[in-house]
């Protein structure tokens, strides 16, 4: 408990701060003291006629009177330098403000055209495309991505879609029966895995171009079948570095090098008329290729993968098209394992 000492000690009462003020006060302005110093003297002297001199008494009220209009005249300067620091305070204070709306606006813009340097920032652009895709089209090397990602992502969306109504998905993929395009693709890939930040995911082979490309067409049937997607696949015989995805408002060009960045093209503002020029490019590419393949299988395989069998595979491609020559040199083991449990290669 606190005497009263103590608690008179602990804080300062009102005379005292009246007193720090005013000597604060009068170390700022010294002048106060000498104006208040003499208007007393002049005061006393004149109550008191010990000055007689009205003149005398006239020149130390003159100098009294100009002692504090130097002191109104320093108080209304000071006065006028902390107007300036407030203007420009406040100018600054705008200036920062327009600064930051500038880039809160950049950062909340989304530019038509951009490139994707990181994984991150591709998987974004891939997940944002996605969100407002009825159709997707790809023409790359063996889908690998389309069946493990696409597909399904796709797939998905078109089941939460209350009106039932079947998505169409075009690809334009390697030919898995020109061994000799699968070959060169094969050692293209084989080069870039070599390299030393690279890790050797999948044995580049012909065999294994092959095998990937017929993975992508029976899981394209697949789902053709058990899900609402209208899947239609071309076959190329020549092999690009770059791959394209377009969706209803995006063309996601990538390439196969990974160290490349890829470039996001958006269907909004100045990029629209490019969109529309890759989207015609592709439809032009597309239909170039005459289809060698049947639309649709006729022949059923079971909705639940782990009962889709090797003969299955075998039934189905041969069943669209696929040359039994190239077939009877592949594991369908192989395909099956591609086509029914895909990995994303990328992310």
Not at 50 to 58: G, S
Not at 197 to 222: G, H, P
Not at 303 to 311: D, F, G, K, M, T
Request: net charge neutral.
């Amino acid at each position: 408990m606190m005497t009263s000492s103590e608690n008179s000690g602990s804080a300062p009462g009102p005379h005292l701060d009246r007193t720090a003020r005013l000597r604060r006060a009068l170390r700022r302005d010294p002048e106060q003291l000498v104006i208040l110093f003499v208007a007393a003297t002049v005061a006393i002297l004149g109550a008191t006629d010990t000055v007689n001199d009205i003149k005398t008494l006239l020149a130390a009220t003159l100098a009294t009177l100009a002692l504090l209009g130097f002191s109104l005249f320093k108080q209304a300067m000071r006065q006028e330098a902390n107007d300036q620091r407030v203007v420009e305070l406040t100018r600054s204070m705008t200036a920062v403000r327009r600064g930051i709306d500038e880039v809160e606006h950049a950062l909340t813009i989304t530019p038509s055209i951009g490139e994707l340097t990181s994984l991150a920032s591709r998987q974004n652009a891939f997940e944002a495309a996605m969100s407002t895709a009825d159709m997707w089209q790809f023409r790359g090397g063996t889908g690998s991505f389309t069946r493990a990602w696409t597909l399904p992502r796709l797939a998905a969306r078109a089941r939460q879609n209350s009106t039932g109504t079947h998505w169409r998905v075009q690809l334009l993929i390697l030919d898995p029966q020109d061994a000799t395009r699968c070959q060169e693709y094969a050692e293209y890939r084989t080069k870039l895995s070599r390299r030393p930040d690279k890790t050797m995911r999948n044995q580049w082979t012909a065999e294994y171009v092959q095998s990937s490309c017929l993975a992508t067409i029976f899981a394209a049937q697949w789902y053709e079948q058990h899900e609402f997607l209208l899947t239609e696949i071309r076959l190329r015989s020549e092999f690009s570095t770059l791959r394209h995805d377009i969706s209803p408002d995006s063309v996601i060009i990538t390439n196969e090098d990974s160290q490349f960045p890829a470039l996001h093209i958006r269907r909004s503002g100045d990029a629209s008329a490019l969109y529309h020029a890759y989207r015609a490019d592709f439809d032009l590419s597309f239909t170039s290729h005459k289809p060698t393949l049947k639309t649709k299988s006729d022949v059923r395989v079971p909705a639940e993968r782990s009962r889709v069998s090797e003969e299955d595979v075998y039934e189905v491609l041969r069943d669209l098209g696929i040359a039994a020559q190239t077939l009877d040199g592949l594991s369908m083991a192989s395909i099956r394992e591609l086509a029914t449990n895909p990995q994303n290669p990328y992310f």
